[in-house]
């Protein structure tokens, strides 16, 4: 999957269902139940990351042109003796062309930057396009938190080809934000600020062309109520929604705020 310009011009929503739900029956509902309002959208892209024992019946329902099919994670070697892990060539030969990498949540169970740079690479030698997060644990007033997500891209992406770096999708998701309530999300004018930090630190570690490249997509508690003021004010391409991406309703919500015109 490469970088094409098109693509920026529409938002992207990535449904991360973690570890839900617990049967294929329920799965394949709420899968169809965002099909029928992703065939609404004009300007919007959907990409669904179910559990890895769905990828393969979903791999074989009927896909609107405007939604995908992505892994929640992918293994940091290629084969090999590594115990219930799944590679990206996988998940890939399953229909998946996105994976979702470095999610705070794996970082959590201890995967540092470095073994996240290497699933990035795996991911764009498969030809998986990786979805790398990215974000802090807290906010401090003297801006340490800055410097964080700065070390964070360059650990994450350095030595990665230039051609890999174009285009690449960064979901800047602050820990403290995920699995609240959208009172407890970020404020729109403080995701604005921090995508522009985002792009400066790309543009500063990687070149201009990098950075005006970039799709990044704002997580962390996004619901149907606060979606819209975010898509006005955040200056971000699209969103990763986890909990009220398994809400049928909740979803379709956050799936029209997201369908504007760019
Ligand atoms: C996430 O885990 O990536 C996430 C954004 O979760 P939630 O929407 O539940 O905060």
Redesign the pocket.
């Known amino acids: 999957m490469s970088y094409d310009i098109e693509m920026k011009k529409r938002n992207l929503v990535v449904a991360?269902w973690?570890m839900n739900p617990e049967s294929l029956e329920e799965a394949k509902k709420i899968f169809n139940a965002i099909r029928n309002s992703a065939k609404g959208l004009k300007n919007a892209d959907v990409i669904v990351c179910p559990p890895f024992t769905y990828l393969q019946p979903f791999s074989k329902l009927d896909f609107p042109k405007n939604v995908f099919l992505g892994a929640q994670n992918v293994f940091g070697e290629t084969k090999g003796a590594f115990t219930g892990e799944i590679s990206a060539g996988m998940v890939k030969n399953l229909g998946a062309n996105f994976s979702?990498v470095g999610?705070?949540?794996r970082r959590a169970m201890g995967e540092t930057n470095e073994i996240v740079r290497k699933k990035v690479q795996i991911a764009f030698n498969t030809n998986l396009m990786p979805i790398l997060?990215i974000g802090e644990k807290e906010r401090d007033k003297d801006g340490n938190h800055l410097e964080f997500i700065k070390n964070q891209i360059k650990e994450c992406l350095t030595g990665l080809s230039k051609k890999d770096l174009v285009g690449i999708h960064i979901?800047y998701?602050p820990i403290w934000?995920?699995?609240?309530s959208y009172k407890e999300?970020m404020s729109p004018t403080d995701i604005h600020e921090t995508v522009l930090f985002i792009k400066k630190s790309f543009g500063e570690l990687f070149g201009r062309d990098t950075a005006d490249s970039l799709r990044i997509l704002y997580?962390?508690?996004?619901?149907a109520e606060n979606a819209s003021e975010i898509v006005r004010l955040g200056n971000i391409d699209g969103?990763?929604?986890?909990?009220?991406?398994l809400v049928p309703s909740q979803f379709s919500a956050i799936l029209k705020a997201a369908d504007i015109k760019k």
């Open positions: 991360n973690k979702i999610h705070s949540e997060c979901a998701e934000a995920i699995g609240k999300a997580g962390g508690s996004v619901e969103f990763l929604v986890g909990h009220a991406s």
